[in-house]
């Protein structure tokens, strides 16, 4: 959905998950911490990930707007980025929330798989290559990320749960929460949040 939106309004998705998973990739100290978070399904630090996020809406594509996904996932991260968007002279706009049953968040990311090439999602319930396990655009042999398996999700959702639900209520009282049924399909979602938007 960030993507669509992202290419609809042209400004660019800042995705919190993409940023630490090539952290992750990469063999440093940070980059081995980073890692080891992510494939035991956890959160990466509060103040590693505001500082991340910080440094990354100060480059100039950022300027006329951005889509935030994956962050903020906590009270402190919401507190600490307003704070700093207010100094900036920004804020946020919108906080959407894809209202989507547990059981098919399980279903739908540990069923998902990505192009190791041109980084394309596949589902392979819901949306299959025409080939197992080859990416039907370039040829890509395609692979499940180590946070998507069913173990690691159901970990996942438990800590969002804790830590993340909250900034529904956060949102309410700003009068700037969207919430959007998550249960259909892509294009119906799609064509919700731009029209809300």
């Given at each position: 959905q960030?993507?669509?939106?992202?290419a609809?309004?042209?400004?660019?998705v800042?995705s919190?998950g993409?940023?630490?998973?090539?952290?992750?990739a990469?063999?440093?100290?940070?980059g081995k911490?980073?890692a080891?978070?992510?494939?035991?399904?956890?959160f990466?630090?509060?103040?590693?990930v505001i500082e991340?996020?910080?440094?990354?809406?100060?480059?100039?594509?950022?300027a006329?707007?951005?889509i935030?996904?994956?962050?903020?996932?906590?009270?402190k991260?919401?507190?600490?980025?307003?704070?700093?968007?207010a100094?900036?002279g920004?804020?946020?706009d919108?906080?959407?929330v894809?209202?989507?049953?547990?059981?098919?968040i399980?279903?739908?990311?540990?069923?998902?798989?990505?192009?190791?090439v041109?980084?394309?999602?596949y589902n392979t319930v819901?949306?299959?290559?025409?080939?197992?396990?080859i990416?039907?655009?370039?040829?890509?042999?395609?692979?499940q990320?180590a946070?998507d398996?069913?173990?690691?999700?159901?970990?996942?959702?438990?800590v969002?749960?804790?830590?993340?639900r909250?900034l529904?209520?956060?949102?309410?009282?700003?009068?700037i929460?969207i919430?959007?049924d998550g249960?259909?399909?892509?294009t119906?979602?799609?064509?919700e949040?731009?029209?809300?938007l």
């Amino acid at each position: 959905q960030t993507k669509l939106i992202a290419a609809d309004k042209n400004i660019p998705v800042i995705s919190t998950g993409d940023i630490f998973r090539k952290t992750a990739a990469e063999s440093t100290e940070l980059g081995k911490k980073v890692a080891g978070l992510i494939n035991a399904g956890s959160f990466v630090p509060d103040e590693i990930v505001i500082e991340v996020v910080k440094n990354r809406l100060s480059k100039p594509d950022c300027a006329n707007g951005f889509i935030l996904d994956g962050f903020p996932r906590t009270l402190k991260q919401a507190e600490e980025l307003e704070k700093w968007l207010a100094s900036t002279g920004k804020k946020i706009d919108a906080a959407v929330v894809l209202d989507v049953e547990e059981k098919s968040i399980i279903q739908r990311l540990s069923s998902r798989k990505i192009c190791k090439v041109c980084k394309k999602e596949y589902n392979t319930v819901t949306l299959p290559p025409k080939k197992d396990g080859i990416c039907d655009l370039c040829g890509g042999e395609l692979f499940q990320r180590a946070d998507d398996t069913e173990d690691t999700v159901k970990h996942r959702l438990a800590v969002y749960k804790e830590q993340t639900r909250p900034l529904i209520e956060y949102y309410k009282k700003k009068n700037i929460i969207i919430e959007i049924d998550g249960n259909r399909t892509v294009t119906a979602i799609s064509s919700e949040i731009k029209s809300v938007l």
